[in-house]
């Protein structure tokens, strides 16, 4: 017998006094979905009640899952749900509105990716289960931070993070984006917290410790999200506002000030924005990722509060998984560029209407540079759009590829077809597919009818199998220029050989992606003189713009420029967003020296950064518990 996580007695029927026929045949078919250990063909979850207390003295939610299901299969015998490290302490079912009775489980073998199964017993008429569960500390989809780790240092703080399949480490769920459910939640906090969720009910101002949310819409589990903390509110515009700790509030609402723009530009372009108000959340700096697209709530990094507005198209993009990713949904973790690749290309267009169409092309030049830097590093598996993750973890196919090389598969289409032509497609493809998860196939049957039909000269130029199923970037791809960049470029050339030239001077009133593109565009290595150079006329190693200090940090490492050091141990602790600390740790370890840098550094980093980031900087500095 294999103990289970939680020391259990692990698989086996919890409570043996019946014979259970579940599990007694092999599947049938092959699941549409690798990454879930779920049974939704037979039995589907519809509807999920949580009813939870956030204990921040032992860092575990604790409470109850009520799930609501429809029988696809009468004959079947068992609800399978997907856990993953969670201590399960009873189930009970019940028909209709009918009495609980104690139900038969079983925690199957904990999967190194994709956790336990939990199966529940079913009796013919069961329509709801109830499973008492708590989750564990180290639960992959939570962090809990200590006051120390916020910017009031007075109250703890709890963030979840669920994509793509951690939701099972805080709610036994069928954790696959093929099943759509709606909840509802009662959380308890202490009452000098404010929790809020990914749904309706999260409240601007009163406290008290115990909060009700409900999401009518049917969202996939990956979306489901949920935070505490000393948080304060402030509003952006008639539907949309911002949460973070108080002494951040202020900042962050002068940063996202052009929410609700965004909102009209995209609701021009897609259809109606369908989840009726849209927040924003900004999380302590050790929130693994720039931004999580949490219906209604989008989970954001404070590294993008450079108090100019220029990192907001991460906004642009969350907002833009309000269409592709929540409403139409990536029905698995093969179909991630139906979610990422659409958003990147919508985020641009919302970029183009709120900030002009010199901004929106200097992000897609920038964009096309991240793929082409990616591609170097890919194995040819991972440079497919519809890509093939079975025996991994999902998160692996999270890498720049899907989401630059599908947002240029789309401006193809665009180029091709022409922009009202396509505006019009995609429109129509957000009202047809609205609130389902679909495949890539369904996706390119879509494309074929509605998109193709009609046009058979230009839809024979589009090489479909080559951009889906193929390695690499087909030769006749979108090259995006921007001027502004192309004259950065050129500056950085004139630099580099030794002429200040005309230009450089200019440096100061570039905007953030000039100044990108211009460290970008510098050899590498720089010897350490020629950085101290640029360090000392525009101060670089204190710039307090997280993107520019990250390029500058990796150029320093580079080219072992010492002044900076302190600045990457600084920025190291202080900053957990894998983005950028992934690239700094492997540089350092790419020397003997630098591996024991980088060590000493984590050692001090490592308490405070998410699980998500622990296991990358983990496998890359060689970490030994
Ligand atoms: N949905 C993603 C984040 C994600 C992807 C989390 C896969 C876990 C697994 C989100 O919308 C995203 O793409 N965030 C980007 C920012 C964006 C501006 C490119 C990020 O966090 O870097
Ligand atoms: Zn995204």
Known sequence: MVPSLDGSPGPGWASASLPLAMNASAPVSRPLDVHSHANPDEVRVLHVELDLDMRFDRKVLEGSATLHFERVCPEASALRLDTRALEIRSAATAAGDGPWSTARFEVGPADPILGSALSVALPPGAARARVSYATRPGASGLQWLEPAQTAGKRHPFLFSQSQAIHARSWVPIQDTPSVRLTFAATIRTPPELLAVMGAAGNSTGSRGGTYRFHMPQRIPAYLMAIAAGDIGFAPLGPRSGVYAEPSVVAAAAAEFADTEKMMEAAERLYGPYRWDRYDILVLPPSFPFGGMENPRLTFATPTVLAGDKSLV???????????????????????????????????????????????????????????????????????????????????????????????????????????ARFDQFLRGYFDHFAFQSITTADFVSYLREHLFAGDSGKSASVALEEWIERPGIPAAAPRPTSEALHRVAAAAQEWAIGRTGPGLEGFPAWTTQERLQFLRQLPSPLAPQRLAELDEAFGLTSSRNAEIASQWLLMSLRGDYAAAAARLEEFLVAIGRRKFIKPLYEELVKTGGGRARALAIYKKARPGYHPIGVDTVDRIVGWQA
């Open 313 to 419: 198209s991460l906004i642009a993009h969350e907002l833009a998984h309000s269409w592709s990713g929540n409403l139409v949904t990536n029905a698995t973790w093969s179909d991630f560029w139906l979610n990422e690749g659409f958003t990147t290309y919508i985020e641009r267009r919302i970029v183009e209407e709120v900030y002009g169409p010199e901004t929106a092309g200097m992000e897609a030049v920038l964009g096309r540079q991240d793929l082409e830097d990616e591609l170097v590093r890919l194995e040819d598996r991972d440079e497919i759009l519809h890509i093939d993750l079975s025996g991994r973890d999902p998160d692996e196919g999270a890498t720049r590829l899907p989401y630059e090389k599908g947002a240029l598969f789309l401006r193809s289409l665009e180029e091709l077809f022409g922009r």
